[in-house]
C-alpha cells in the first residue's frame, strides 16, 4: 500500500515525493507519462554530446533563500546571468528595453535622464492597467511596443496583448539604467550537472519508486494508495466536464552545428521575422565546452503538449469551476503549473509544493490522536487509549 500515489515527475511532483519520503516517512509511487523525470525541466546530452533543455530554455532564478537552499540540497550550482538580445530593424539590441537598447536603435547618446524623459514624452497615459498592451504602451510607448512586444506576443500566444492579462508582459521590465540581465533575482544559478540530475537526487530514496510511461489512469485502479497529488492539467482530471481550459503550446526545432558558437548571446528574440519567436543556444545557459554547438527554436502552436496556461479572463473563471470541483474532491492535492493553471516559473512552483508538504503535515499532525498523557486524553481502558503513531 502506497500512501501517495503522484502523477507527475516535475518540479511539483518530485519535490512532494522527496518532502513525503524523506521528512514524514511516506511509502510513495511517482508516475510519470512521459519517458524521463523532470517534466519541462529535462535535460539530457543530446547525440553529439551537447546538454541540451528539450522543451526549450530553463533558466532557474528566484529572490527565495528557502527555494534556493532546498534545492541546494540536490544539486551544486553554476552562477549564470541571462542575457537577451532582440533582433530589431536590422539590429541586436538588448532586452529587456535598456538606456543601451534606445541608443543603439536610435543612433543616440542619450544618458538615464534623458531617456527617462524620452519614456516619459511617447508613454501613452492609462487609467488603468489591466492588458499587456497597458503595460507596455503606458511605459514606453507605442512606437517600442510595437518593435518589441506586439509581434512577438502575437506570435508566442496567437492573441493580440490587449487580449491578454497584464501580468504576460509585465514578466519583462524597461530600464533606464544599463542593466542588460534578463533577471534581478538575488539567487541567479543553473543546476551544475543539469536539471535531470538534481531531480534524480531528489528522487532517490527507498521510500520513492517511479513508473515511468505511465499515466495514471492506467494504473489507479490497481495500485492501492491512500491519497493523490495531482500535477497534470486540472481540466484533464475532471474530463474536460465544463470544456477544455486553453493552453498554448510549442514545437521545438533542436538543430547542432558544427562550429563552437552560433550566435552572440544565449537567447535571441525575432519579435517582428519568422514563424519562431526565438532561438537558444544551449551552450551559453550550461556553460559547457564542446567543439559543436546546440540550438532550439521555439514555434508557437494551439495544438499539442499544455506548456503555457492563457492568461485571459475567462480562462481565469473556467479554471475557477474547475477548482471548485476540485476542493470538493476529498484525498487528492492539486498543485503545479497545469494543476493550477497558473504561469509559474520553476521556482514558484517548488514554493507551492514545499507549501502544499507543510499543509499536509499540519494536517496530519491535526488528525494525529492525542497521547494518553496529554491533559483531557481518554485512558483507563486499553481499547481506548490512543496510540502515537509516525505522522
Ligand atoms: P511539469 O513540468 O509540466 O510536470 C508535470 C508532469 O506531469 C509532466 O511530466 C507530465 O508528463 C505529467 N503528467 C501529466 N498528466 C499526467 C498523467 N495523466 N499521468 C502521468 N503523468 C502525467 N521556468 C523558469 O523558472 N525559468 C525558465 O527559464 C523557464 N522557461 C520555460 C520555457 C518553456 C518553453 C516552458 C514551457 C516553461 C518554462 N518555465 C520556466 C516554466 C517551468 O517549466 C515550469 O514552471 C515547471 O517545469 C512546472 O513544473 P510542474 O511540476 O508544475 O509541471
Ligand atoms: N515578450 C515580448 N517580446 C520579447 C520578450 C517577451 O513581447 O522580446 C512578451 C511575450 O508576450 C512573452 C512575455 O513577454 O510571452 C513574457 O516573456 P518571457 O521571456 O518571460 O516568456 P517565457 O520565457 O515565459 O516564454
Redesign the pocket.
Known sequence: MFDYLI????????VLAERLARVAGKKVLV????NHI????YDHYNDAGVLVHR???????TNSREIFDYLSQFTAWRAYE?RVLASVDGQLVPMPINLDTINQLYGLNLTSMQVEDFFASVAEKRESIRTSEDVVVSKVGRELYEKFFRGYTRKQWGLDPSELDALVTARVPTRTNRDNRYFTDSYQSMPRHGFTRMFENMLDHPNIKLMLN????DIRECVPYRAMIY???ID?FFDHRFGKLPYRS?RFGHETHDVPVYQPAAVVNYPNDHAYTRITEFKYLTGQTHAKTSIVY?FPQAEGDP??PIPQAENGALYGRYLALAEETPGVHF?????SYRY??????VGAALTLFKKIQKAAAAAAPVPSYAPGARNGTGAATPVLSGV
Not at 38 to 41: M, T
Not at 214 to 217: F, G, L, Q, V
Not at 344 to 349: A, G, K, L
Open positions: 502523477v507527475g515527475a516535475g518540479y511539483a511532483g518530485s508516475v510519470d507519462r512521459r523532470a517534466g519541462n525541466a522543451y526549450g530554455p530553463h533558466i532557474f532564478h541571462h505511465t499515466d495514471y489512469r500535477t497534470g492539467p484533464e510549442l521555439e506548456y503555457y498543485v503545479g503549473r497545469l494543476a509559474y516559473n520553476m521556482d514558484q512552483v
